[in-house]
């Protein structure tokens, strides 16, 4: 009975109260403050790091999806090849309005454009540049969110009938703004008597639009329909269906649907087969790097534990008279626990306050680190994208959260119970 009566509750306040000035002991006093304050940056940093990366790596992958959906087509029709007379391998479609209207009947379809494709050698003065241009109507352009609501276009879309939309790292190239002429030039031109003369026309300017994406800004180019079939000799057929669908994410699923209604011959190319592979390389980078900077947590919680077995050896007289006061195994072991425990908190506390920080203004820090490096931080030629995107999300925080606690608890048991264990009369012995 009288042991139930001396017992006390776990974390009771003379725990915390002791605790709490071995955290802010002087050295001088015993205690371990240089050991703890290693500890406390230590967890800081890699909680930091493993928000922050997730935030970008997030942001880059969401960016990436959303340059590919907002200036590519969902879904693309093609026709199954036909021999042609002189041996070619024809795949034009040529019932491309009743073709088109019958796909964007499919539930889950937002439209349907014929296109035509075609590459060709866009040209101003000396300047050159290799193009690849697309075929397509006013109405359909302008359903494509990435180009005709481009942040940094110039021109008027509404006059694609009167000349040509180019991407702005096209006009980059040749040197070329809205009202400026340049002409495209096709080896597949007229055929006469002695073959086939390159065709060349000229085409005034009349929109700049930026896609996000470095490679589709330097290369690709837009006609009206129209001009393009009679471009490339294509009049009265298509090259393909374009088909934009409400969820692209679950674009798999149309399938069956849109191969019905596109015909027997037709085939389907959706813009996970186009992707999927740099897709599927992000996910296994994701999961890399998550177990690294893992590592990284690991290493600095182990801080923990040395300042602990230092805390603990030099308490070892305190931890001697305190268990010859009547204090239990149990209330020693908790109160070096929150002696660990409190560092894990507070540096993760502190680094999600950061990782937090960097993730919103991520465009300012990148904007300080591109100045310090010359303007060369960012490659848009190599990554694809024109900036450092982050995205915060609210599961990345909490397994960041998750994993520095789980990992700052549990090394600082077996210090903790270290000192629980101690013989009282071994720790007074030489006092």
């Not at 209604?261 to 959706?270: C, N």
């Not at 425990?341 to 993730?359: D, E, M, R, W």
């Not at 982050?390 to 090394?411: E, H, P, R």
Request: charged share 20%; hydrophobic share 50%; net charge negative.
């Amino acid at each position: 009975m009288a042991d139930k009566q001396n017992r006390t509750m776990p974390f009771a306040a003379f725990e915390w109260m002791i605790a709490w000035r071995y955290l802010r002991a002087r050295r001088a006093e015993g205690g371990v403050s240089v050991m703890t304050w290693i500890s406390l940056i230590g967890i800081t940093l890699a909680v930091f790091a493993l928000i922050a990366t997730l935030a970008v790596r997030s942001g880059f992958r969401a960016e990436f999806v959303d340059t590919i959906l907002g200036a590519n087509a969902h879904v693309t029709i093609f026709q199954l090849g036909e021999v042609s007379l002189n041996g070619t391998i024809d795949r034009s479609i040529r019932d491309y309005d009743a073709m088109a209207e019958a796909v964007a009947g499919v539930a889950g379809v937002t439209r349907a454009a014929p296109v035509v494709r075609g590459q060709v050698m866009a040209n101003q003065g000396a300047a050159n540049a290799g193009v690849e241009v697309y075929g397509i109507s006013l109405e359909n352009l302008k359903t494509i969110p990435r180009i005709a609501a481009s942040e940094d276009a110039s021109g008027d879309i509404n006059r694609l009938e009167e000349g040509i939309a180019i991407g702005i790292g096209v006009a980059g190239t040749l040197g070329v703004e809205v009202g400026d002429f340049i002409r495209l030039i096709s080896p597949n031109g007229v055929k006469t008597a002695f073959g086939t003369s390159p065709r060349v026309n000229g085409y005034e300017v009349v929109y700049i639009f930026s896609a996000g994406r470095y490679d589709i800004d330097r290369t690709r180019a837009y006609l009206p329909l129209a001009e393009a079939q009679s471009f490339f000799n294509k009049e009265d057929v298509v090259d393909e269906i374009e088909v934009m669908v409400e969820e692209p994410e679950a674009v798999d699923l149309l399938a069956p649907a849109l191969m019905q209604a596109a015909g027997d011959r037709s085939q389907i190319w959706t813009w996970r087969d186009a992707s999927g592979s740099f897709l599927n390389a992000l996910d296994i980078e994701d999961r890399v790097m998550f177990v690294i900077l893992s590592v990284l947590v690991l290493i600095a919680a182990m801080n923990i534990v040395s300042g602990l077995i230092m805390l603990v050896k030099n308490k070892g007289r305190d931890i001697g008279i305190l268990r010859t006061m009547g204090l239990t195994e149990g209330s020693v072991l908790r109160i070096f626990f929150i002696c660990g425990a409190f560092t894990g908190i507070i540096g993760t506390a502190l680094g999600v306050i950061f990782g937090v920080l960097f993730a919103l203004y991520v465009d300012h820090v990148f904007a300080f680190v591109n100045y310090l490096s010359g303007g060369t931080a960012w490659d848009a030629s190599v990554r694809g994208i024109y900036f450092l995107p982050a995205k915060l999300q609210l599961n990345d925080v909490l397994s960041a959260v998750a994993l520095s606690l789980g990992l700052s608890f549990v090394v600082t048991i077996f210090p903790a119970r270290r000192a629980a264990r101690m013989n009282p009369v071994e720790a007074l012995r030489y006092e």
